[in-house]
């Protein structure tokens, strides 16, 4: 499978969604390097008074919130989502779910789960990476009555700038100070093998901050690894980046998995798991990866947490007919 000329896809973006970061002049990185789009600018804040930014939920005896951090917007041209796809396919889908067929929209919204002795942050939003249109995470934290200080441990699914760029401030301090991080030890070296272009692409302007700042604290795992017994486990879900990982909270009936960006649309994703999202660094492996996750998932009933589904990213996947679709709660 040809992947995406990855400079004509950041132009494409740049030029599309009028972005946040557009005053920043990026090269065309890596090709072997998938690009991560920037935000489209916005004249509202990521996030809204009048509506819920932090919703409660129970995993087992332990309690979940979903923290809104933003959101991102594409336009549906088959360049980002269902790449190789006509916009018109992509449009059917849509259209039978009774979504507007000419974008194509996701949430950014992190998961913390208190546990009895810990305070649990999987991925930490854009941060300022992504302008006004994201990095809301710690106003939803605020208003789950949380404090960024209380964080015991940080588990990244993978560096991307909308998964990792909040972990550390402005000044390039770290944003939850007494956390452990956690993160795949592939993806960790990718973090630190970083170049400004590369970066770029992932949208992660402050890596060179966040890798100083996160070196102290990072716990960098192997696939399958056991972070927290009986707590957090890691998944390994390949494609995405060298060390993508979800990761499976709490245990049986009372699990939850955080599948991180194994999928990015909620209908796209879900229906058509052999098609081409452009973020993917190896798009082969992710779509057999995302095909087997979503049949697994809906054969044992697993109870889902979709870091860019619909609000609040709680759900299950389910079997219709020759395909699968997802059920929020």
């Not at 992932?202 to 960098?220: D, R, T, W």
């Amino acid at each position: 499978m040809n992947k995406p000329n990855i400079g004509s896809l950041t132009l494409a973006i740049i030029a599309t969604l009028t972005l946040a970061a557009c005053s920043r002049e990026a090269a065309p990185p890596n090709t072997e390097q998938q690009a991560q789009p920037e935000a489209p600018a916005s004249e509202t804040s990521a996030l809204s008074n009048d509506q819920v930014n932090a919703q409660t939920f129970s995993i087992g005896e332990f309690t979940g919130f979903a923290l809104r951090d933003g959101g991102l917007e594409f336009p549906n041209d088959n360049k980002i989502v269902g790449v190789g796809k006509t916009p018109e396919e992509i449009a059917q889908l849509l259209s039978a779910a009774g979504l507007p067929t000419d974008k194509l929209s996701l949430n950014i919204q992190p998961l913390l789960v208190k546990t009895p002795d810990r305070v649990l942050l999987f991925d930490t939003g854009a941060g300022a990476n992504f302008g006004p249109s994201a990095g809301g995470l710690m106003k939803s934290m605020s208003e789950a009555g949380v404090e960024a200080a209380s964080v015991t441990d940080v588990f990244l699914s993978h560096p991307h700038g909308d998964h990792a760029g909040g972990l550390v401030t402005a000044e390039g301090a770290l944003a939850f100070p007494n956390a452990t991080i956690h993160i795949a030890a592939a993806d960790w070296a990718f973090l630190q093998g970083l170049d400004a272009e590369t970066a770029a692409s992932i949208g992660l302007s402050n890596y060179e901050s966040q890798v100083a700042a996160m070196s102290p604290k990072v716990n960098a795992f192997k696939p399958g690894a056991e972070l927290l017994p009986g707590v957090v486990k890691a998944v390994e879900i390949r494609g995405h980046t060298p060390g993508h990982s979800g990761f499976l909270i709490g245990s049986g009936d009372n699990s939850l998995l955080y599948i991180g960006d194994s999928m990015h649309h909620h209908v796209v994703s879900v229906q058509k798991p052999d098609w081409t999202i452009a973020f993917d660094r190896d798009a082969p492996t992710a779509q057999k990866s995302r095909a087997e996750l979503i049949a697994q998932s809906a054969a044992s009933g697993q109870r889902i947490y979709a870091v860019h589904f619909p609000y609040p990213g709680l759900g299950k996947f389910e079997k219709r007919d020759d395909s699968y679709v997802w059920v929020a709660e």
